[in-house]
């Protein structure tokens, strides 16, 4: 808040001079940083392909209309292989997720100094890495299907679950965590009483957060080998059938809605 | 305290209450749960041995990764890294510019209904394909390189930052946006100094977290062709050098971890 007079009046402006300088210079250099950027990948771009783009987003577009309806009939294994890769795959994420985020929260871990950073880089690297890295990687040790799917869904879910339940974990209230031990319990019943009850909704919301995710996430996987519907995607796609490539991202569309609906209902009746 | 009034005592066991307070829906959840897990464990036909001989498979392949070589192939590693930087500069920059005038039209407080429906399904839109779907369409219309991860990007940022905005938006302190409307700010003084200022901080971390995710996302567009390091690693992939793609997968997860630890440090300053 700066006031300055001029000519009696005073005049009343948000950020006094500097601060208001300092900010400018912010955007300065992030305006900067943006236009280099730029520079740089118009550089790497035909732009000729990118004028022409309009025409031929119109011509795919002819091309997937009318959607081929009865190609729905082959999907159906597809679409619950979808849900299957989603839903087990979070599963176990979050069976490995559990033990992970204990070790990581600074109030529960064992030693801070040697498992919690072990626990950190767990979910760091399994965070930085995409499931379709994971995929990629799983279809060339166990071959391809829904097997590797699962596991790579898994294995990319457990830093995001972990993370929001390590920090669920340190926010909790210290009182009642020493209330239970007062009355003398052990190491696991104080796990068991005071700590579990209060990160329980946090769990079950952070559980259907990611399987949400997950569906979207496993629709794609099809695309490396590691099953669901986006082995119909891209064989469509390479095939240029497009108009079984419109009924494909119809169903997908579909169920994305559907999980994201089904998950909003859930959270809701949890909180 | 006598002796039998103990004993008398230890009969009245106490219990956790359960999360679900109705037996029936609490048995008919597990035993669905456990249909379930029947079924999709039934159809997913694993192909055991060749999961098994995926072992001494899987050894061999993840003792290719070691050590990882960065030095044969570094032009390449830094051509591509440096691609996915101003991928993820641009598209952070242009997805939150055009995602601020959606977000404000899709908050219920500020918005009419029509404006309202409008924007939400915008927001819906993007939010619902993988962004690898929208980069295998983004490389067919724009060609390969790093524009079409660019717009993939965008476009995947404008879904997240807009849902996000629009919600914090709908969250805000009514009190103070109607104090600066009874001073007689008009629409834009009302927007810049009522509700700018009340949802700026989370906005700024939320932005932060973006160009995490963003960086992150662009390490798996390059295997649909769509620019980018994730081009380098595929590539790896490709030709079997899988001591080079660890060294990827190392600058991908040591960028993650430089950029969310830097991203933490900003948010903590700026909250």
Redo the contacts between chains.
Sequence with gaps: MAVTEQDGLKIWQRRDRNKQLSIWAGYFIAATVFVVCWQYMSGKTIWMFVWDAPRQAGDIAARMIPPKWSYVNTLWRTIWDTINIATLGTVMALFLAVPTAFCAARNTTPSVRFVRPIALFIIVSSRSINSLIWALILVAILGPGVFAGVIAIGLRSIGFCAKLLYEAIEEIDPGQVEAVTATGAKRPQILAYGIVPQILPAFAGISVFRWDINIRESTILGYVGAGGIGIHLSGSIANLAWTQVSVILLVILATVILSEWVSAKVRHSII | MSAESITSNAVRRWQ?PP?IKSPLLRWALWLGAGI?LAL??G?????WS??A??IP??AR?ISGFFPPDFISSWDEILAGL??S???T??ST?VGIAISIPIGLGAAKNLAPAPVYYFCRSIL?LSR???E??IA??MV????F???AG?LTLVIASIGFYGKLLAEDIEDMDPVQAEAIKATGGNWFQWLN?AIQPQVMPRMIGLGLYRLDINF??S??LG??GA?GIGAT?NTA?DRYEYDTAAAV?LV??GI??LV?YTSGYVREKVQ
């Design positions: 956790k999360l379930y999709a464990f159809t997913m036909d694993v192909n060749r999961a001989e995926g498979r899987g392949f440096n691609e930087i101003w991928m500069v641009t920059v819906a619902s394909f993988q690898i779907i295998i369409f067919k219309l724009f060609g390189g790093p524009f660019f100094y992150r996302e390490a798996v295997i649909v620019g690693l992939f997968l991908i997860i993650v971890m969310e």
